[in-house]
């Protein structure tokens, strides 16, 4: 098979779809690579290094997906990008297809066989392909919330691992997933002083049994949530409840009585957020101040460490791409029940029922 990495267009993306790493594997297995010039440089992997993987690299997006049969990128498809796409092209990527219908039209359009990554599941109930954001995002939580606490950057001046001899800053978590449990490991490992939310109880029986005595954990109430946040230095939000908008957790009342320079990150944001108070912010301006307390709310947070979630992606999607080149897409599919939620659209017709629902296609 011949598999295409473009350059990635939507508006500050730096990941690409398959590293140099990647494609040498790709290539052992016998399939060949075309690259998009420049692909790579977001993750500081120049052309060079994608040819001595063992890629083509060709001089634009539309080269490379003439000549591919399967596309691998990071971000859906843009316009420019969609109108490109053949009936008989393979597409894995992001899609996030139920709240954007043009694109979903516009994919049904092409006949394209579309697998997204988001849907993709495994055994236990999870998204292996969304969980390594996860991870990326709840480690950069924490960072994101220890620059903030700094004096010049709005906060209140606090460091979050304290001195011998000066007590560390108090972190409260939201939400144990897989977020939350990346956020733990980071605040603990900086000495913070760490509390953990949620309202599975398994949940946060699993995270006592893996961090010890030195992760305080509470069921999730709103009275308990009031008496800890009003008490914290950095509030963390990274609640999710599937399929629906992120609960508000944190009033703006509560916002209005929280002490002077604490931060809340509500990493939770690219679902309406949990805290009232939010709203999106970027990487060029990650923050802004609501009663003296500093918000930061990124909508996209991976893409501020693209080499870093490029990796991460790459080690969780490239099993599938071999998978799809090496037995083709019908049998890859059909042969792993994790694997075929994946598809999204095929040949004309939307083949995920939460797309089809959100969206009115027959299913
Ligand atoms: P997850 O499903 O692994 O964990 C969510 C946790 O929230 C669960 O343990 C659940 O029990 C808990 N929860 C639900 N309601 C709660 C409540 N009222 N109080 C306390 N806990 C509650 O999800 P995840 O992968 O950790 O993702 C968390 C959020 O982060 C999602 O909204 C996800 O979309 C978002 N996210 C954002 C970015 C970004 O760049 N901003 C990146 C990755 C993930």
Partial sequence: MRIGVPKEIKNHEYRVGLTPGSVRE???????????????????????????????????????????NMIVKVK??????????????????????????????????????CIAYETVTDGRGGLPLLAPMSQVAGRLAVQAGASALEKAHGGAGVLLGGVPGVAPAKVVVIG???????????????????????????????LSHRFGAALRTVYSTAAALEEYVLDADLVIGAVLVAGAAAPKLVSADMVRRMKAGSVLVDVAIDQGGCFETSRPTTHAEPTYVVDDVVHYCVANMPGGVPRTSTHALNNVTLPFVLALANQGYRKALLANPNFLPGLNVYKGQVTCEAVANALGYDF
């Fill in 176 to 206: 144990g997933g897989v977020v939350g449990a990346h956020s733990i490991t980071m605040a603990l490992g900086l000495g913070a002083d760490v509390t953990v939310f949620d309202r599975n109880v398994d949940v946060l029986a699993n």
């Fill in 26 to 68: 790709v290539v052992a297995n016998g399939h060949e690579v075309v690259v998009e010039t420049g692909a790579g440089v977001g993750i500081g992997a120049d052309d060079a290094a994608y040819e001595a993987a063992g890629a083509e690299v060709l001089k634009s997006a539309a080269d490379v997906f003439a000549a591919a």
């Fill in 76 to 113: 859906e498809p843009q316009a420019v990008e969609r109108a490109m796409l053949r009936p008989d092209h393979i597409l894995f990527t992001y899609l996030h297809l139920a709240p954007d219908a043009p694109q979903t039209a516009d994919l049904v359009k092409s006949g394209a066989t």
